[in-house]
């Protein structure tokens, strides 16, 4: 049964439930609402929600559990004949799955099984040319241990779909049963039905602590992996990016975290000159009709999507920089470059620097403002001598911000700054040249999980690492930033 | 009053600066000065960011087409001469190819165009014209036999011809174009064969491999966003709104409630790409869901999401003001009735505003996308729901990196030309969540 039915029977159900509940409880008050414990419609809700929570969280429940079970069972019943040389139970698991899908589509009846087809290489590879047909295409001839296998995969994931189904339907038909036999006038409706959506509203706000749970458990796990294989001590501290698919990579964070540091300041010299005289200027001079017309346009430069900054740069700004100024003054042939990242890098970030200055300014009392004008100070005087160094906790908290959005950013990086990495051996002219194209972090966990590679590989696994550390830089610049502006803004409530 | 005070009060008139005065006044017009240049560069980056993507994307909504009549011939089409869908399928589009080039050298000399050094015309005429053939044909087996009139695209070059991205010098260097091949083009439009007109294939099509660039277009990429969106409507929506509600009526003042506040500020400024990392690890590698597919996309937008619907919502409940809790409970309302019944109904605009504002930063999100396989070369339309969310798709950002790594510079300009479409569904969504806050939003 596909899913989709599966789902709408239980919603059925549960609307069954919910007329036969409130029918019942309104028999047993007899027919008069005001004998009953609570409204009608609660006895109705008590069944309907009986029915359809504990079959859907079964339902979710296996579906995550078990493309991986099975998984696991058909990978151990291969035997080490099964997989060739240069290739991994993963790998051979993966075409297994596909074969499984393929002869699914085929529609071949599968408990016909017959063991001479299996060992005929004519047969394979009409099999082969079939599944073609149906688009699936297989890199190498299909072997006989892999059909078989496709074959157990196929029956087991049949055989746990009817299970499943079978165990839903028994789970939706049991909560109805118990829930309408319990409903009666002097039932508590009310107070079950509520406590009911209070586990759920519970639930949903325990996602957001499930999600960076996730975030940390499987980068932790993964990044175990990669320092299985290649010691920490070389990714910490080794000067070198070189990775080489066919291993004996040189894996060091330090030339990336360099290239990201680099782009970064130069967004920030950007975007926080520019971003704090604007706040600046359309808070406390700019009339209303300007402020009308200027504030929405920086906020639209903060609705553009990232990718669109990216392309900006490649197209735009990278070749112009390479042919007005780079090749002019000798120091680069290359159109991406730590520059054009960081100047794009620079005007997105202005309405995050702007918005948040704004407010922090904002926040500042009026009082001090008045009793600095009292002494005859001008406005620039004002703002420059009361007005900043007030509001300086609280701006130099939204420049942490800016710094962990700067560091995080991915698109404009990949388009705009290059795939090298910095070398630090070839001297620090090359290193500290704004033309030079220069990777991050960032460019490289995309370009390490983009790949066609072997997901065990340390090549592959680095990215983990990558990702866990930049989490963690970004994770501690934005505690000790929020922290910063929580307590500015406390100071003054 | 000493007399260096005296001195300076009597050095002129109160109407007259002195200097320390008009040095304090040239400061306050300098700084002012500054903020005004602040405000005006965010402005010229915009105005240059958004004329530099029109200039170069505006060119992907026009194309060259050619219009050719075409003889299906029986002899090349049906061998057979029976009709047989299933026996005509054996000629692949390689043998419709013949088809087209008799046209063009037809309509050449109908014309009674003569270029010297002119060699292989069918150059001009996209490769896919073939294929498209091949499937009228197999629509309709009928048809052979007949001649019918057909809009082919024209080739790359000659639509970057004219758009102003090839021209002759470069033609000389280009083996996929000669000069005269274009000065063809150049006699085939005076003739009225040749047309540059508004192109619907763009928004419509699949993408096409890398030396066909005419034929690409966003259709596979906006259904599979479409498809993403639908899954952060149905996750991100229920789940941020019940969390609000919690945290913002329900969750008493305990660790447990802090932890989750902490949480949701910090999610909401992790880099995107980080949800990509937990994508890939938890939903495709642990969960065994397919790569490329717009479900684990609409999962990871989802979670993304999150954080940036919960904030809007909660700060929406609290402007609902403590009278209309106090009216409910007065008249023997539960906590629950209170919420559901009069708070939620209330703050409902400010919620869904916030909602199409993170649904308009999901849209647009490019690096999650590619850590998943959504980068993948999709040509296949995906099913209908709810099979589609299972199917290969892209997503229109996706597309848009995806064309920028290509060598062929005409997928610049369809790759500008994709951000258009990309920013103008943008700009629906946030001209949607500006009407609907001046529409709804009440001041208490």
Redesign the interface.
């Known amino acids: 049964m596909p899913?989709?039915w599966l789902i709408s029977a239980i919603l059925a159900l549960a609307a069954i439930g919910f007329g036969m509940g409130r029918r019942r409880a309104l028999a047993s008050a007899s027919g008069n609402p005001r004998n009953l414990h609570s409204l009608p419609n609660f006895y109705g809700w008590n069944v309907a929600f009986s029915v359809m929570t504990p079959a859907l969280g079964i339902l979710a429940l296996w579906l995550?559990v078990q493309?991986?079970w099975i998984?696991s069972q058909i990978s151990s019943e291969l035997p080490e004949s099964a997989i060739s040389e240069g290739s991994s139970r993963d790998l051979v698991m993966s075409d297994v799955r596909r074969i499984a899908e393929g002869l699914e589509r085929l529609k071949i009846p599968f408990l016909i099984t017959e063991p001479a087809e299996e060992s005929d290489e004519a047969a394979l590879t009409d099999l082969r040319e079939q599944l073609r047909s149906v688009?699936i295409a297989i890199g190498s001839n299909i072997r006989p241990e892999h059909l078989v296998a496709a074959r157990h995969f196929r029956a087991a994931t049949f055989s746990a779909r009817l299970w499943m189904t079978l165990a839903v339907v028994l789970v939706a038909a049991g909560g109805f049963a118990v829930s309408y036999l319990a409903t009666h006038k002097d039932f508590r409706a009310?107070n079950t039905v509520?406590n009911g959506?209070?586990l759920?509203?519970?639930?949903?706000?325990?996602?957001?602590?499930l999600?960076?749970l996730?975030?940390v458990l499987?980068?932790l796990?993964?990044t175990r992996n990669f320092f299985a294989g290649h010691p920490w001590q070389d990714f910490f501290l080794g000067l070198k990016w070189s990775p080489d698919f066919r291993g004996d990579s040189e894996l060091a964070i330090l030339p990336l975290l360099w290239g990201t540091l680099y782009i970064s300041i130069i967004a920030l010299l950007v975007a926080v000159?520019?971003?704090?005289?604007?706040a600046?200027?359309?808070s406390?001079?700019?009339s209303n009709r300007?402020r009308l017309v200027?504030k929405p346009?920086?906020e639209?430069?903060a609705?553009?999507?990232?990718?669109?900054?990216?392309?900006?740069a490649?197209?735009?700004v990278g070749p112009m920089l390479r042919d007005y100024f780079a090749t002019p003054l000798g120091l680069g042939q290359s159109a991406s470059s730590v520059m054009t990242a960081g100047l794009v890098m620079g005007?997105m970030l202005?309405?995050f620097v702007?918005s948040l200055s704004d407010d922090i300014i904002n926040a500042v009392p009026q009082a001090l403002r008045d009793g600095s004008y009292g002494l005859g100070a001008?406005?620039?005087?004002t703002?420059?001598q009361v007005v900043f160094p007030a509001a300086l906790p609280g701006i130099v908290g939204a420049i942490l911000?800016a710094a962990?959005?700067a560091?995080?950013?991915?698109?404009i990086v990949?388009?705009g700054a290059g795939a090298a990495a910095a070398q630090f051996d070839r001297g620090l002219g090359q290193l500290v040249n704004p033309f030079e194209a220069m990777t991050t972090v960032?460019v490289k966990?995309?370009s390490q999980?983009?790949g066609d590679t072997d997901?065990a590989s340390p090549e592959t696994l680095v990215?983990?690492a990558l990702?866990l550390t930049?989490?963690a830089i970004?994770?501690a610049l934005?505690?000790f930033a929020?922290w910063i502006v929580r307590r500015y803004q406390e100071q003054y409530e | 009053m000493t007399d260096l005070a005296a001195e300076r009060h009597n050095k002129g008139s109160l109407l007259e600066p002195d200097d320390r005065t008009r040095r304090?006044?040239a400061?306050?017009r300098?700084?002012?000065i500054?903020?005004?240049?602040?405000?005006g560069?965010?402005?010229i980056?915009?105005v240059?960011?958004l004329t530099?993507?029109i200039r170069?994307g505006a060119g992907a909504f026009m194309q060259t087409f050619i219009t050719l009549e075409v003889t299906l011939d029986e002899a090349t089409l049906d061998p057979g001469g029976d009709r047989d869908r299933a026996e005509m399928a054996s000629v692949f589009t390689f043998g419709y190819a013949p088809l087209i080039r008799t046209a063009i050298q037809d309509r050449i000399e109908a014309e009674g165009i003569s270029i010297d050094g002119l060699e292989r015309p069918e150059a001009l005429i996209s490769k896919e014209a073939a294929a498209k053939l091949r499937n009228f044909v197999l629509d309709d087996p009928q048809m052979v036999g007949e001649t019918h009139t057909f809009r082919f695209l024209a080739s790359g070059r000659i639509d970057g011809y004219y758009k102003g991205r090839v021209t002759m010098q470069s033609a000389e260097l280009d083996s996929n174009i000669s000069p005269e091949q274009l000065m063809l083009a150049d006699a085939l439009k005076a003739a009225g064969a040749l047309k540059t007109r508004f192109n619907w294939g763009f928004v419509t099509r699949p993408d096409a491999s890398e030396n066909r660039p005419e034929a690409s277009g966003l259709g596979v990429a906006i259904i599979g966003s479409f498809y993403m969106m639908i899954v952060v409507l149905g996750l991100a929506l229920?789940?941020?709104v019940?969390?609000s509600?919690?945290?913002e009526e329900?969750?008493p003042k305990n660790r447990f409630?802090d932890?989750?506040e902490?949480?949701?500020?910090?999610?909401a400024?992790?880099?995107?790409?980080?949800?990509?990392?937990?994508g890939?690890?938890?939903f495709i590698?642990?969960?065994?869901?397919p790569q490329s597919a717009p479900i684990v996309g609409g999962l990871v937008l989802s979670?993304m999401t999150?954080?940036r619907i919960?904030i809007p919502a909660r700060a929406a409940l609290q402007a609902v003001p403590p009278s209309i809790r106090e009216a409910a409970f007065g008249v023997g309302a539960?906590?629950?009735q209170t919420v559901f019944h009069h708070v939620l109904p209330l703050a409902a605009p400010g919620i869904l505003t916030g909602l199409i504002?993170g649904l308009?930063?999901a849209?647009?999100?490019?690096?999650p996308l590619?850590?998943i396989?959504m980068?993948a070369f999709v040509r296949?339309y995906p099913a209908a729901s709810?099979e589609g969310f299972f199917d290969p798709a892209t997503a229109l950002?996706v597309q848009?990196?995806n064309w920028?790594q290509r060598a062929d510079p005409a997928f610049?300009e369809r790759?500008?030309g994709a951000?258009i479409v990309?920013?103008v569904f943008?700009i629906a969504m946030?001209a949607a969540a500006i009407l609907l806050r001046s529409r709804f939003e009440r001041r208490w």
Do not use: D
């Open positions: 899913l989709h995550l493309p991986a998984n688009g009310r509520e959506i209070m759920v509203l519970i639930g949903a706000a325990s996602i957001a602590v999600t960076t996730g975030i499987s980068m796990f993964e000159p520019i971003g704090l005289f604007a600046i200027y359309l406390e001079y700019a300007v200027a346009a920086i639209i430069l609705g553009i999507p990232t990718i669109v900054y990216g392309l900006f490649l197209i735009t005007v202005i309405p702007s001008t406005q620039s005087e703002i420059r911000l962990s959005r560091i995080g950013e991915t698109m990949v388009l960032t966990i995309v999980l983009t997901f990215a983990f990702g930049l989490f970004t994770l934005n505690i929020l | 304090r006044n400061a306050e300098r700084f002012q500054y903020g005004m240049i602040a405000v560069l965010a402005i980056a915009l240059i960011l530099s993507i170069n229920p789940i941020g019940a969390a509600i919690y945290l329900f969750a409630t932890i989750i902490v949480n949701i500020s910090n999610l400024a992790v880099p995107s790409i980080v949800f990509g990392i937990l890939l690890a938890i590698n642990f969960g065994g869901l979670l999150l954080p919960i539960s906590k629950m504002i308009g930063q849209l647009g999100e490019t690096a590619l850590l396989g980068v296949e709810p950002p848009v990196f920028t610049v790759a500008s951000i990309l920013l943008l946030n």
